[in-house]
């Protein structure tokens, strides 16, 4: 076939399963991921709002991304309260400006906040019955996800989205995988390049490539905790340094406090930390003021991935049970809303209010993103 008449093919081919983007009328950007533009938009036949993930093809020779692959295969897995539900996926047509390529969306449930947003918005103060609701809905989420053997592995406040009513939806899968319960005689060989770094969990940093449900586990103790400080509790720039925080914030990571650790391909080849200070949860804990929340917090951010809490503890945890109980986050997103709306147009980054003394043990640096790369067949699972 001549370029022109495939350049024709092109246009009048009608895509299975995957419907024309005209229905939908593009209202503003609300997020710019690493790999594409979000926008929110009206679907003119149903006269609901929808959320557009666009999918950036880098590389016009290798097709359609694996990563927005996956996204899809799994989304198109999981049904839950707290995931957010893809709707469809579309195109548009191709014209001459665009070579007669197709741009591609997933069209998705709309949310009107990120946790991100929330949590950096100085006007929001979370009471502990918020952040009990927002907590509960994480491991509700993750619980989900992981008795449906997918690993999230990029939780993180951006990509936690919720609704107006304050309903918690766990988004962003284009990291996630499936796992396998590992077999005795075999080990998974997954890719340990995985979670933004501030909320990527000791075993990752060591190398381990047999990993589980445990390492969203850690981020979602991460988030728990920065629904207090405001701010991510480890804020590294290197690889090591996220090691050392976590040493200084958790306890020393030792062959006593978690034996199969000396495994890890780079315990003995990295220098961590030697000499304990007061641990920096210990810190916090004087702050949270609440013995529950302390307690939980500490299980979620243990050291050895083995002894960590699963989502299923988690949400049996007494914190879940006291009072004050998970209140209606909707009511107070609906008090704020128009302060948290304005603060969509500031800055993504979180404000980092000096004056609290708990600030002083986290190292500023630029918001990490994690690079998407893959191990070749090891890390496919399709
Ligand atoms: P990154 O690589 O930066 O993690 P990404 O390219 O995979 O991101 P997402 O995390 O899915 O993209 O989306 C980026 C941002 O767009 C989110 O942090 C959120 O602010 C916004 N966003 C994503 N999905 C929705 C949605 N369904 N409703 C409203 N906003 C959304
Ligand atoms: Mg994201």
């Not at 926008?39 to 927005?68: C, H, L, S, W």
């Not at 650790?261 to 007061?278: A, E, G, H, M, T």
């Not at 609440?290 to 503890?313: F, G, T, V």
């Amino acid at each position: 076939m001549s370029s022109q008449g495939l350049e024709k093919y092109i246009m009048k081919y009608n895509f299975a399963y995957c419907g024309e983007s005209s229905k939908y009328q593009i209202i503003s950007k609300v997020g710019q991921g690493t790999f594409g533009e979000v926008f929110k938009a009206r679907d003119t036949t149903y006269a609901t709002i929808v959320a557009m993930k666009k999918i950036i093809i880098e590389n016009q020779t290798e097709g359609f991304p694996i990563t927005a692959l996956r996204e899809i295969r799994i989304f198109q897995s999981l049904k839950h309260e707290n995931v957010v539900k893809l709707i469809e996926v579309c195109h548009t047509k191709g014209t001459q400006s665009t070579r007669y390529l197709p741009t591609y969306y997933l069209v998705l449930e709309y949310c009107d906040y990120d946790l991100a947003k929330l949590i950096s918005n100085t006007k929001l103060t979370f009471r502990l019955s918020d952040i009990k609701t927002i907590v509960q809905q994480l491991l509700n989420g993750l619980y989900y996800i992981h008795s449906n053997n997918i690993l999230h592995r990029d939780i993180k406040p951006a990509n936690i989205l919720i609704t107006k009513n304050g309903v918690l939806k766990l988004a962003d899968f284009g990291l996630s995988r499936a796992f396998s319960a590992n077999q005795s005689d075999k080990e998974n060989r997954y890719t340990n390049r995985v979670v933004t770094l501030w909320y990527r969990p000791p075993e990752l940093l060591l190398g381990d490539r047999n990993y589980g449900p445990p390492i969203d586990l850690w981020g979602a103790g991460c988030i728990m905790a920065e629904m207090w400080t405001k701010s991510p509790i480890m804020q590294g720039n290197s690889e090591q340094q996220q090691l050392t925080l976590i040493s200084k914030f958790c306890g020393l990571i030792t062959t006593e406090v978690w034996p199969s650790v000396k495994s890890l391909d780079l315990f003995n080849k990295i220098d961590l930390p030697k000499v304990q200070q007061r641990r920096g949860i210990e810190k916090l804990k004087t702050y949270i003021k609440n013995a529950y929340a302390c307690d939980l917090l500490e299980k979620l951010l243990i050291l050895d991935p083995s002894k960590r809490y699963d989502a299923n503890s988690a949400l049996d945890h007494d914190f879940f049970y006291t009072d004050p109980l998970p209140s209606d986050l909707g009511k107070i997103l609906t008090q704020h809303s128009q302060s948290i709306l304005e603060s969509h147009t500031s800055s993504r980054r979180p404000a980092r209010d000096m004056q609290h003394p708990y600030h002083r043990i986290s190292i500023g640096a630029a918001r990490p993103t994690v690079i998407r790369t893959y191990d070749g067949y090891q890390d496919r699972i399709y």
